[in-house]
């Protein structure tokens, strides 16, 4: 089976807390022997630049201001700029940047063959490593997918949306090339309104986490900006992400299901659904 990838955290970028830079404490400063000179005139106050540097300190870790292509949703009308900005990237076959309820992903056309090869490049990935596909609806697995078996369909009912992804095979119909796939598709409806709400008008986006091969997912947008930067041409603003766990993958596509890697959803909660139908799953992570 061709690992699955997903925009959690990849097989090949782990899951594991970023090191925080350890930070030498600063020297003590001596008092001085005499009373300052008090200044004849008032002090200009620094700039906005020189006053971060000095809240910061020389051994403080900087935070990156964002870039132009960090839109922000704070407000209705920013999220209306920001989703449209989207949208009009991902059909012009651009790659953007978007939050979910697990990590930030960097998504494309699924059904744009070069904007997925694009996608790949951006992660410093060849094709044995497809990225799944996030859909706004439990309704559009059906289009996608050959066969759901109805050990999968309660799945999703339980948890979907959420950190659930499902190996299933895809339609053979499908003209799309996510890489080496083996005639299957990896499907994720994400709890997250704002994501949900650009693929309703994107369709179906191919997606993995924003992060480069090896590094730590992003959980905001500007982790997002520094790591992928140029290779994407839009991110939106959808605050830390919430999760921060990835997704729990199944291989739906045989007689019982088989789970390739444990995220958010334990093996137990999940089998706890399908228990009462007869069915269980069997650990292959």
């Not at 059909?91 to 992903?105: E, I, M, N, Q």
């Not at 063959?113 to 060849?126: E, I, M």
């Not at 948890?159 to 190996?167: N, Q």
């Amino acid at each position: 089976m061709t690992p699955v990838t997903d925009p959690d955290v990849p097989q090949d970028d782990p899951a594991t807390d970023p090191v925080i830079p350890t930070v030498s404490p600063a020297e003590p400063v001596e008092e001085p022997a005499t009373e300052p000179i008090e200044p004849t005139t008032s002090p200009v106050a620094p700039t906005t630049p020189d006053l971060v540097k000095a809240q910061q300190g020389p051994d403080m870790v900087k935070t990156p201001a964002p870039s132009a292509r960090v839109r922000s949703t704070a407000t209705d009308e920013e999220r209306e700029e920001a989703v449209s900005a989207a949208t009009v990237a991902i059909r012009s076959g651009a790659l953007v940047v978007l939050p979910t309820d697990t990590v930030y992903g960097v998504g494309a056309d699924a059904f744009d063959p070069a904007a997925v090869r694009g996608l790949l490049q951006a992660k410093g990935r060849g094709r044995d490593m497809p990225p799944p596909v996030l859909i706004s609806s439990a309704v559009t697995a059906d289009a996608l997918a050959r066969t759901i078996p109805g050990y999968a369909r309660a799945l999703m009912d339980a948890f979907w949306p959420g950190p659930l992804t499902l190996v299933l095979q895809q339609q053979t119909s499908l003209q799309w090339d996510l890489g080496d796939t083996r005639g299957t598709v990896a499907l994720r409806m994400p709890d997250h309104a704002l994501a949900r709400e650009i693929l309703e008008r994107t369709g179906p986006l191919a997606v993995s986490s924003a992060n480069l091969t090896g590094r730590p997912a992003a959980v905001t947008a500007v982790e997002a900006d520094v790591m992928l930067g140029d290779a994407v041409e839009v991110i939106v603003d959808g605050g830390t992400s919430p999760g921060g766990q990835a997704s729990t993958i199944v291989d739906v596509t045989g007689d019982q299901g088989r789970v390739l890697r444990v995220g958010a959803l334990s093996i137990a909660r999940l089998n706890e659904v399908l228990e009462p139908l007869g069915a269980t799953l069997v650990d292959k992570g």
